[in-house]
């Protein structure tokens, strides 16, 4: 082949690419910009067993454990021992990862689903942890747990799917305990963890790969991941919603992907909004 014919293929191939690339940036930029730009509630479909085994699988994906080790950080810089709550605890693997990574909590499972505590137990069996995780039925709405008793409430992407998201922070704020003064232990700590509706372009343009082309049939069926995005809040709408809320000295803080109610932070004098 002669210099002029490697130049020549050498351009050609410059120029495909360069086409490619601008015809993949099109249709990136198109599908972003038809994305919902108001909150949409959706269904996820947790009374079907598919839906429920599927979000069972996807729950053991790296990046989903990534998430929860993100969620467990954040948790135990807030507490490390006592009684906490996994609010819509779904198949229970942010319990017994929790429970292993701090020896000193019991912990509680809550949630709706019949199906999902079903999971849940049968994990939490599965890691020997029986003694020190319990499985309860309920949701937001009414937790299960007397005024003032529990020292950490932590839920992972379930407040999108609240019918009445400043009544239950209320009711987090209700049953979080609320020491008195010679009691010797700290307020109790919250975390609601969630995926934001604002999220950065990449992040946006994957959950819509992930839906449509990743994720099993039956989260398909129910567009999902992605309708848990369009249903999710932004940083502003959960700050508004902490403020409306009787949760004590709360923080909102954002990722590219999610955000956190959080706290109560020490010695604030106001909450704190993004």
């Known amino acids: 082949m002669t210099e002029r014919s490697q130049g020549r293929r050498a351009v050609g191939l410059w120029g495909l690419g360069t086409a490619l690339a601008g015809a993949f940036l099109f249709f990136a930029w198109r599908v972003y910009g038809r994305r919902s ?6 269904h996820e479909g947790l009374d079907d067993a598919d839906v429920v085994h599927a979000f069972s699988r996807i729950a053991t994906w790296p990046q989903m454990r990534a998430l929860r080790w993100l969620v467990i950080w954040r948790a135990l810089a807030l507490v490390r021992a006592g009684q906490a709550v996994d609010l819509g605890c779904g198949p ?3 319990l017994v990862e929790l429970a292993r990574a701090a020896p000193d ?3 509680t499972g809550i949630d709706l689903s019949e199906e999902m ?3 849940a137990e049968g994990r939490v069996r599965q890691a020997c942890l029986a003694e020190r995780i319990s499985l309860k039925k309920g949701d937001a709405a009414r937790i299960p747990f ?7 409430v932590v839920s992972t992407l ?6 009445d998201p400043v009544g239950a922070l209320d009711e987090i704020a209700r049953v979080l305990r609320r020491p008195g003064p010679a009691e010797g232990r700290a307020r109790g700590s919250f975390l609601v963890f969630d995926l934001r509706r604002d999220m950065a372009p ?3 343009l994957l959950v819509w790969f992930a839906t449509r082309c990743v994720v099993p049939h039956a989260l398909r069926r129910v ?8 249903a999710a809040f932004t940083p502003k709408e959960a700050a508004v919603l902490a403020r409306q809320s009787q949760l004590p000295g709360w923080r909102v803080t954002r990722g590219p992907l999610w955000l956190t109610i959080e706290g109560p932070i020490a010695h604030a004098a106001a909450s704190s909004e993004p």
């Open 146 to 152: 007397p005024d003032g008793s529990l020292d950490l």
């Open 117 to 119: 505590l079903d999971k």
């Open 223 to 230: 567009r999902e991941p992605l309708g848990s995005r369009d």
């Open 105 to 107: 909590l019991q912990l």
């Open 202 to 204: 990449p992040f946006y």
């Open 158 to 163: 379930s407040l999108h799917h609240w019918s």
């Open 37 to 42: 730009r108001v909150r949409v509630v959706s």
């Open 92 to 94: 229970g693997h942010l």
